[in-house]
């Protein structure tokens, strides 16, 4: 939609070209505002499962980008957000609460800039406190890292010692998952190399 | 004479050869058994697909923990520590719940006055409110504990959390405010009760693997348990989890009788519980699925089945208290569990007839319980995979 509006290219919320640090101390809004993180987040997001409050931050940056003297697009996107993530039964309806969907649902100015502060508020309190831990734990953490690593050569890499590895999920569509023949799981004691078996 | 003999003998040969058919044939039985066992043990060619499913707040991922803290490795230091932010966020957020309830109620509810803030606690209740609708909270110091600790004693606060169930007080309440000094230490490590009170709604799937380690180790059973959300917009991705799955564990918070959805405040929460457990039965990849219906959060229920009666709720509306205290209770409980079992029959058809069906009274939060009921849980799983090889 953000295209068909003719949005200039979301890379870019802000987009830098130094070597970039990921600090998992940092704030995840913050850290979501580069893109390439942002798409290993959503990737992961995806994976198990949890990928609209991410896609919905998306758009609704993208949303945010449309300057207030044109209500036209704001209006469209408004729309189309609400469609897609707020409507109940949406196909990437959020976990938001009742008031906060009849609040927009229900709003007389579509063309409002504040109009899904609150949905923003509390889908990125559910990333941070759901999803953002077990997003370091995870291999698209890791290779997001390798490839950041590759692009800027001589960047000291940071240690992982310290985290431990406890993926989300290692199997939602069974084979699919190219990575759970490499998953440890923490202690529980029975063989680790055939977790794939049905 | 000899042609007789023969006869004789070869009869007697006949017939010791029938028994030693049969001895065979018994030891053929047994050394199948055998090596059936065997390989029904072998961890790697059986793990169980077990689910855990339910509304919002139903008490899932609380479950969850407790099967990590149990069979897995439990949490250490590091794991712990992670868990401040979200209780602190639970702090902030519970006590701008109440602040911002008692202003709604004083303007609302007919005797108004009893919610409204004492003139001293207003400001302090203004810049709390504020703090909790940031996304990122700062930390929770000293000071911050005792204003959160003045205004939770402030009367109107009280009426207000005393009416809760009008708006959306978490559970975890009551346990956080007792708590506010400790948890406000500046070298505070959660417990493991502090943890398990710790409330974030789930959004996705989350899985663990475990082995149940019991008297008998070669027992080997694993099993994958998957974590969901429970509010509407998560159900649509339970249908990805489907497939082959040993047991649903259905949590239904049975304290919740006389709440509304966090996602829908013009539905009651057990009405939901209802709806939600009877699509889940009628499931066609669940026929020959085991259920375990655990009624969760009981220890809020008891406190709250003698102040609030059962038929605020439209399905428990032919509720009649028959006594008091503790009777009263148990009383409340059992037809609680009546209802639940009705539904389950209601909701099967004689396909389903061979399907394992268990309740279990649970208090997620409560450590050894759920260290029993689990017990019970994996005894009545073995069993009927047993039964499923033919071997009972």
Known sequence: MSQALGIPDSGLLFQTDSALVINPNEPLNKLLLDKRFRQSFMAFADSCLAGESVHFYNEVHEHDKIPANDPVRRIYMARHIIEKYIVAGAAMEVNISYRTRQEILTTTNLAHPDLFNNALNELMQLMKTNLAKDYWSSMFFIKFKEESNTRFNGHEQETMAGWNFSPRLSSVHGADDPFHQEHVLKGFGCDNHDLNTQ | ?392
């Not at chain 2, 007789?4 to 040969?13: A, K, R």
């Not at chain 2, 943890?195 to 959004?203: E, Q």
């Not at chain 2, 008297?215 to 429970?230: A, W």
């Not at chain 2, 089945?305 to 028959?322: G, I, S």
């Open chain 2, 1 to 392: 004479m000899l042609s007789i003999i023969t006869q004789n003998m070869g009869s007697l040969c006949s017939k010791q050869r029938r028994y030693n058919e049969a001895d065979a044939e018994e030891n053929a039985q047994a050394a199948e058994i055998e090596r059936r066992i065997e390989q029904e043990t072998k961890a790697e060619k059986h793990i169980q697909k077990l689910l855990l499913l339910g509304a919002g707040d139903s008490g899932k991922s609380t479950i969850f923990k407790q099967i990590k803290l149990l069979f897995q490795s439990g949490f250490d230091e590091a794991e712990l520590k992670s868990y401040i932010p979200v209780i602190h966020a639970n702090v902030y957020q519970t006590i701008k719940i109440l602040h911002d309830g008692s202003k709604e109620l004083a303007q609302n509810e007919t005797d108004s006055l009893k919610y409204v803030i004492s003139n001293e606690n207003k400001d302090i209740g203004k810049k709390l409110s504020e703090i909790g609708g940031f996304l990122d909270h700062p930390p929770l110091t000293k000071e911050l504990a005792q204003e959160i600790e003045t205004l939770w004693r402030d009367a109107a606060v009280q009426e207000t959390y005393a009416c809760g169930n009008k708006l959306q007080v978490p559970d975890c309440t009551p346990y956080f405010m007792d708590n506010l000094q400790r948890l406000s230490d500046p070298n505070y490590i959660p417990t493991k009760d502090d943890v398990l009170y710790a409330r974030v709604r789930t959004t996705g799937v989350v899985e663990i693997q475990f082995s149940p380690v019991g008297e008998n180790k070669k027992s080997g059973e694993v099993y994958r348990l998957f974590d969901v959300g429970g509010q509407r917009n998560e159900r649509r991705k339970w249908i990805h989890l489907f497939e082959g799955v040993t047991a649903v564990i259905f949590c239904a918070a049975i304290s919740e009788y006389d709440q509304t959805l966090f996602e829908d405040e013009n539905k009651n929460r057990m009405i939901e519980t209802k709806e939600l457990f009877e699509w889940v039965l009628k499931q066609p990849c669940f026929e020959k699925t085991s259920f375990m219906l655990f009624l969760n959060k009981f220890d809020i229920f008891e406190k709250k089945v003698l102040k609030a009666p059962l038929n605020v709720c439209e399905w428990f509306k032919d509720y009649q208290p028959v006594s008091a205290g503790k009777q009263e209770i148990e009383h409340a409980y059992e037809f609680v569990k009546k209802k639940f079992e009705e539904l389950y029959f209601q909701s099967t058809t004689p396909d389903h007839v061979d399907r394992v069906f268990k309740i279990y009274r649970t208090t997620a939060l409560d450590q050894k319980l759920v260290k029993k009921t689990f017990k019970l849980v994996d005894e009545t799983l073995r069993r009927r995979n047993l039964f499923e090889a033919g071997l009972l």
